[in-house]
């Protein structure tokens, strides 16, 4: 997969990204927000990027896809997981490259390719009530609020909003 925007390129993770992996996993709002997302030793991103490497042919995911500048450098990632009643997207810009508007331009992208792969009519959008910044990246990307609960995130109970987003 390669997808082009003005900005940014959408492709697949190769073994040349491994340190870029790492260090973009090491921000406090990854840790704050999926503490499972970040990996404390070049050799945890290394075991990240082989196993997600293997997921791109397969039919279940997770499929998770680094999100470049035209430049080459890595400043985060875009994904899909299968949860329970569908898929939920997700995405991490390295605290750096923050408040640039990169996740809407990737999510937006992202979006009609992933449809057509999946061949999903609709996705989810799950983050914590505190995490107002991807709360503002799911609106601006066309995702309606579905609701909020105390759910199980990250193994614990948490305030989650759920956004929707479907084809019309």
């Known amino acids: 997969m390669k997808i082009e925007t003005e900005r940014l390129v959408i492709s ?12 973009n996993s090491l ?41 470049l500048l035209h430049s080459g450098e890595n400043i985060g990632h875009v994904q899909a997981v299968q949860i329970e009643g569908g898929w ?7 605290e750096t490259y923050t408040g640039n508007g990169y ?3 990737a999510v937006k992208a992202f979006l009609p390719v992933l ?6 009519t609709k996705i989810y959008g799950i983050c914590l009530a505190e995490n107002v910044a991807s ?3 799911l ?23 759920r956004y929707k987003y479907s084809l019309s």
């Open 88 to 94: 939920e997207i997700g995405y991490h810009i390295a």
């Open 27 to 67: 921000d406090e709002d990854n840790r704050r927000f999926v503490p499972d997302e970040v990996f404390e030793t070049i050799e945890e991103a290394r075991e990240a990027v082989e196993f997600l490497k293997t997921r791109y042919e397969s039919s279940e995911g997770p499929f998770v896809h680094p999100i």
């Open 115 to 120: 449809f057509k792969k999946l061949d999903i």
């Open 12 to 23: 697949e993770f190769d073994d040349s990204m491994i340190g870029s992996v790492h260090l």
């Open 135 to 137: 709360q503002k990246v």
């Open 139 to 161: 609106e601006k990307c066309g995702f309606e609020f579905d609701h909020k609960s105390i759910e199980n995130y990250q193994n614990k109970p948490r305030l989650v909003y």
């Open 103 to 105: 996740s809407v331009e």
